[in-house]
């Protein structure tokens, strides 16, 4: 005889979890909105004039009220930016290989590399005027001159670490200076070169702006000038913000490449 009870046939109830808040993605949003607000109440509550640090309100209001102007110099930096960081790119990637080919090369041209990169940039942009005049090429190239010393350091330093011992091993079993290269200097360098793009991007955006405060008629560089000239100060930071978003996005864009193509060299921290 066989006695069934109600709770055996009737359907299991599953208790509903809460929807958990991912504190970790919540938190750049969080914390910029208290950056604003502490902002905010700090100008309104010492009345500090619009002229010395104006609000943040006061600087959306800049952003609505110039907002053709903005969006126009900030496509012209984000072009001249993008340039300049491509070739340089191209440019870092090609003088880290040569330099990390050898222990001679690296030793000779490395002191020259630093010394290069110790000269202030905000020197060499009357010269490029000079060779170019005012416009955009002198920001490309500046772009390029600050934003390439990382990319060729990265990448020379993953080529001239490359443990002796492994060298002996692969040479012992018939490997050429060029098959070390290609299947262990490289892919060994790559998580350098990748990383130093993070870098070089935002170093890239110093030159831009730099030059196109000197030596352009157009930009942020240029508009925040010319905004400064007339005291204009709401505008001048609504051109800090607008450089900012760019530089987020940018950096945003070369730390998610980074993480497709090198995460097998991060496999412990990608984990948890």
């Given amino acids: ?3 069934t009870t109600e709770n055996s046939t009737a359907p299991a109830i599953v208790a ?4 958990r808040i991912n504190w970790v993605k919540a938190a750049p949003w969080l914390f910029t909105l ?4 502490f902002w905010e109440l700090l100008v309104r509550g ?4 619009v002229t010395i640090l104006p609000a943040p309100s006061r600087i959306f209001q800049a952003v609505v009220q110039y907002w053709s102007p903005l969006l126009k110099n900030s496509a012209q930096t984000l072009f001249t930016t993008t340039l300049g960081f491509g070739l340089a790119v191209v440019g870092g990637l090609a003088i880290g290989l ?7 090369i690296y030793a000779g041209l490395y002191p020259i590399m630093i010394g290069f990169n110790a000269i202030p940039k905000v020197a060499v942009v009357p010269i490029l005027v ?3 005049g005012i416009g955009t090429i ?5 772009a390029f001159l600050i934003s390439f010393f990382p990319i060729v350091v990265n990448v020379a330093t993953g080529l001239a670490t490359i443990e002796p011992e492994t060298e002996d091993v692969l040479r012992a079993l018939g490997a050429k200076k060029l098959d070390i290269m290609l299947k262990v200097g490289i892919p060994r360098s790559m998580p350098y070169f990748f990383g130093s793009l993070k870098i070089a991007i935002t170093l890239a955006f110093v030159g831009s702006v730099l030059s196109e405060t000197v030596a352009s008629n157009y930009g942020l560089g240029n508009m925040m000038a010319s905004a400064q000239s007339q005291f204009n100060v709401p505008l001048v930071f609504a051109g800090l913000l607008a450089l900012a978003v760019e530089g987020i996005a940018m950096y945003s ?3 998610w490449i980074e993480r497709r193509m090198t995460g097998w060299a991060h496999r412990s921290t990608m984990a948890n």
């Avoid at 010492?46 to 004039?49: D, I, V, Y």
């Fill in 16 to 19: 509903k979890q809460p929807a």
């Fill in 138 to 142: 002198p920001a490309v190239i500046t």
């Fill in 46 to 49: 010492l009345g500090t004039p």
């Fill in 98 to 104: 040569f330099i990390g080919w050898s222990k001679t």
């Fill in 1 to 3: 005889m066989t006695i």
């Fill in 34 to 37: 208290g950056l604003f607000l």
């Fill in 130 to 132: 000079i060779w170019f």
């Fill in 253 to 255: 864009l070369m730390a």
